[in-house]
């Protein structure tokens, strides 16, 4: 509850603090912000709290799902390079003001405890995203994707909202306890069926955030029209959140009702996984490749929700975080190569504007390479670790089928995440020595080596997770 | 009366004014009925007790989306936008779908069973405003202070968005 | 500690030099791979005798019952062997040119090294998979930054191809290891056999095939192997002499250490169709070799149908098979960086690799001419070289597994010498062309890695013993999962 309320209050200091500072010192700031609310959080560690009478619990679970949001939010606020330079971002704490408010979002999400709750987290999550991703105001791209996700986040909502309300007609209860109690004690027999259409349409709209084929239309626009960073935000933070909630809802709370979720869940990640893995082969913008793959990496984290495993919540967790690295590594980099390439060439975004990056900016290139590695699954990396795990929990609940087909992605995968690799270091191009801060330079390096290290000896996290 | 009458009424005039939205040909008289259709199920609500849902129901829905709706008609030429009528094959394929749904939701309405009332915690005035009230401030306290969250991200948002910046075109 | 040591040591220099990039490169990855060398001979004496301890075990992720386990038997002693011995002679080949003091260059070949190393003592299956799977990152670099024309899309290809191989392969792996018995699940290779030993003939043979098409695709077996030929001709000399030399053995070692032992079951059902499908690779290989007139390709057809050979001899499951198969693996690594090297030095000096443009380079270099002379009789089997050895145990268990399958594939050492002589003939004698018209003479640092590449052909020929004796204890071992 204290990172809530610390971060509410910061995020009204920060648009006071618009009136005074300059940029770069807002940026740090911000960080600053950010760290405090990260040590409030850790200060909980192996305290169990129920908050305001079962609105809100803080366990150990929350407090790892807390600290992953809080250290993407770190890094997408280290990497804005204080929103200074572009005559678009005039005012650089109304941005970061936004950021602290969708964490606080991203954090009721992660800690509910009542299904209201996770619906007023989801909204000012989404809110938030539907505001930043319309900032830049002038680029057409930017307010066509602003309207898709706003029109179509709201509509899930409504989903969610029907899924919440026939859950509450059958089960008496919104609270999770009164819920899992309310449902122990009933019958089968006598549990109404509108119970199970309320399940789903639950799912549907949290299904829809962490964009699931088929509700993963909107994905690819939205995340390439936005301005990067803010891309970087929603790939990473809404996300991670959005797994949290539905880890809450399907694993915890209906894992007893397995047998009538598991067959829309499981076709709904065997779709993910094939289209969002071949759509993006095919992919001439790095951009909306990271948009595809984002959605391919929903379909893996749905598949070690689907096995709901006693280990799920902590392989979730060590996927969020590998995911998250590689992820904010990939679009800064590229947002710094777009940025470069802007006046240059026509598409700054795609493949072919990243070309010949490492003969000028090694570090960048190397990182790169790292995060999409990464993404890839390749051992050394913190993403192949993730996806041992998620086949570990598959194998264990003898679902062997979604792994071949999980395989076969993967080695999809491999094809449109070298791409990438090829471009920067083997095709030939022109780019100068891209100037970078030295907050974004750390936020690069500790990013990349923290996926070596943990590609190298997962432990380190696992054995807390 | 019996409720029950005051329930026939209402229900035939809902219906009556909704299809009326449906098939009037001046766009605005389709707002307006449907301001009405809106009136009839306010007072539906306060035939099964939710009066706070009925304020609500007024002020918001059709107090003010349909405003919004009224003017955005407004702004619209109407004698330009008279849309032909669509083909025959249109006709018929909408007319299948929507009977199946009328079908569907027959068939669930006939078999669904409705869960009775528990007789031990069942208030009749759960819906009256001071019950709400009561809930909303004692134990919704904390979502009920979180939604300032979300309306100062919506405040911000728009005001950051609609702001005239330098070199903007004046509409 | 010393096992440590030969990992770690290689991956720290390379390292060292992809980051620093010192100037004199050269020195120091040469000074590196002959300790590296000394180190790894001084270990496997001494671990033969007892004196030095053969394992090496610490956590690695205690939660999934992984370990950072590294041991030394007499298997893949041959193997470290292998590896520590080729290493300074690719190194050493480098010597000369452009690439000699090419920091990053040497650090890749070290860094190569490394992984190839780590997963030759991994004593955990996972820990083999991280390393069969972290080699190919070096290789890759290697082929895209300093390879030939058409590089980016046939590197691509290969590294595709084998990581989605690999692929199976950890599936088999998790399918195995998740069912350990006992609470906390292990991939140690002792205790996956036993857990192999108990699934049934079904899971056996799946399994089997899982396995196995990862370990197809690296080795290559036919019909996996359309990546190999263009691969190698593709890559830098020393690419080719470390794919060829020491990456291939990742996969029989591969079939020797993890699939012979596992499931017996599964050879038994698949066994006849996959050797079948080796020597068909064998033949096929030779045929095509005869007609080709790039050298290197040349060498690479050659190097395919060798191992079909070896891959065939392993799958018998007989004592020979297996020694025979191990044999030819360091045999086999000796004729191939041999032959490749020379290979390369004629490209340099010719700047072609054409056979029917060159000719007559017997009178300019006598010495290239016996050491080609030398190492293709080795790679064609003669009696007194190492070739011999191994070849002929690998078709004695061939002939006692199945006579018709014996003899067409003993038909393929005639195919050898055609097509191995005709390569000789064609480069080395008649008359000089006007690419070979200007042929120096070698060069110190040429003559100091052919010459002893030369006598090491010669000595395993005469003395096999030393190391058919060590590797035998540990066959031995095997064959008791095998029945």
Known sequence: ?465 | ?171 | MYLLFILLFPLLLGSFLLIAKPAKAFGLALGGSIIELIISCILLCDANTGKLPTEFISNWIPEAGLKFALFVDGINGILILLTALLVPFIIGSTAGSEKANDAKYQGLILTMQAALMGAFLAKDAFLFYFFFEASLLPIYFIINLYGSENRTKISFKFFVYTLFGSLFLLIGLIYVYLRTPGNTPSADFETLYQTASVLSTKEQSLLFLAFFIAFAIKMPMFPFHTWQPDTYTVAPSQGTMLLSGIMLKMGTYGVIRMIVPMFPAGIANWGNWVIILSVIGVLYGSIIAIQQKDMKRLLAYSSFAHVGLMSAGMLTLSNEGIQGALYQMLSHGINIVGLFFIVEVIERRTQSRDLDQLGGITSASKVLSIGFIILSLGSVALPLTNGFVGEFLLLKSVFDYQLTIGIIAGITIILGAVYTLRMIQKSMFGNASKFSINFEDLTISEKLVIIPLCILVVLGGIFPTVVLNYSQPAVDLLSKWIK
């Not at chain 1, 509850?1 to 009136?19: D, H, K, Q, R």
């Not at chain 1, 936005?226 to 970087?232: E, G």
């Not at chain 1, 493949?351 to 090694?362: E, I, S, T, V, Y």
């Open chain 1, 1 to 465: 509850m204290t990172p809530v309320i610390a971060l509410s209050l910061f995020g009204i200091i920060n648009l006071f603090l618009g009136f005074t500072f300059k940029r770069q010192s807002l940026q740090v700031v911000t960080l600053l912000f950010i760290i405090c609310s990260m040590a409030l959080t850790a200060m909980d560690w192996n305290h169990e709290y129920l908050w305001f009478g079962d609105m809100m619990k803080t366990n150990n679970l929350s407090i790892n799902f807390s600290l992953i949001i809080q250290l993407a939010g770190l890094l997408v606020v280290a990497f804005s390079n204080g929103f200074g330079k572009d005559e678009v971002y005039t005012q650089p704490a109304e941005y970061y003001a936004i950021l602290l408010f969708s964490l606080v979002g991203a954090l009721l999400m992660v800690s509910f405890q009542n299904l209201i709750m996770l619906f007023v987290g989801l909204e000012i999550l989404s809110v938030a995203m539907y505001v930043l991703t319309g900032s830049d105001k002038r680029n057409l791209r930017s307010n066509e994707a602003a309207l898709k996700y706003f029109l179509m986040g709201s509509f899930a909502t409504g989903f969610l909202l029907f899924g919440i309300a026939l859950v509450y007609g059958s089960t008496r209860s919104l609270y999770i306890s009164g819920i899992l109690y309310n449902l122990s004690h009933t019958a089968p027999e006598s549990l109404p069926s509108f119970l199970y259409a309320g399940i789903i349409l639950m799912g549907i709209g949290l299904l829809f955030k962490i964009s699931a084929a088929p509700f993963h239309f909107w994905t690819p626009d939205v995340y390439e029209g936005a301005p990067t960073i803010f891309t970087m935000f929603m790939s990473t933070v809404v996300k991670t959140a959005g797994f949290a909630a539905i880890y809450h809802i399907l694993d915890v709370t209906f894992g007893g009702f397995q047998k009538n979720w598991i067959i829309t869940v499981y076709f709904i990640t065997i779709i993910t996984l094939i289209l969002g893995n071949i759509s993006a082969a095919y992919q001439q913008s790095a951009k909306r490749m990271l948009a595809f793959s984002s959605i391919s990496h929903a379909g893996y984290m749905l598949l070690t929700v689907c096995a709901n495993q006693p280990s799920t919540s902590s392989n979730i967790l060590y996927y969020s975080l590998a995911y998250t690295l590689a992820t904010a590594v990939s679009f800064a980099v590229l947002m710094v190569v777009a940025e470069y390439q802007t006046g240059r060439t026509e598409k700054p975004e795609n493949f072919d504007a990243l070309n010949g990056l490492a003969k000028n900016n090694p570090s960048l290139a190397f990182a790169f390479t790292v995060a999409l590695l990464s993404l890839a699954g390749i051992p050394l990396t913190a993403g192949f670790w993730g996806k041992f795990f998620v086949f570990t929990d598959m194998f264990n609940k003898n679902l062997t089928y979604p792994i071949i087909i999980a395989v076969l992605m993967s080695a999809v995968g491999i094809y449109y995440y070298f791409k990438g690799i090829i471009s920067v270091y083997f095709n030939s191009g022109e780019i100068e020595k891209i100037e970078t801060s030295f907050l974004f330079k750390i936020a690069l390096w500790s990013a990349c080596i923290g996926t070596l290290v943990l590609g190298i000896y997962p432990t380190l996290l696992k054995s807390i997770f």
């Open chain 2, 1 to 171: 009366m019996e409720v029950s009458n005051y329930w026939y009424f209402l229900s035939g005039l809902t219906l009556l004014s909704a299809l009326m939205v449906v098939l009037s040909k001046n766009p605005i008289h389709s707002v307006l009925y449907l301001v009405f259709t809106f009136f009839c199920i306010s007072g539906h609500y306060v035939l099964l007790n939710a009066q706070f849902l009925m304020a609500v129901n007024i002020i918001v829905y059709a107090g003010a989306i349909m405003v919004l709706f009224l003017f955005v008609i407004m702004m619209f030429d109407l004698k330009k936008n008279i849309p032909d009528s669509k083909t025959n094959l249109t006709k018929l394929a909408g007319t299948v779908v929507a009977g199946s749904v009328l079908v569907i939701l027959v068939a669930a309405f006939r078999t669904i069973q409705y869960p009775t009332p528990d007789e031990s915690t069942f208030n009749p005035n759960n819906g009256m405003v001071e019950n709400l009230g009561k809930v909303l401030y004692s134990e919704y306290l904390l979502p009920f202070e979180l939604v300032t969250v979300l309306f100062f991200v919506a405040m911000v948002g728009s005001v950051m968005l609609g702001k005239r910046e330098v070199g903007d075109r004046n509409f």
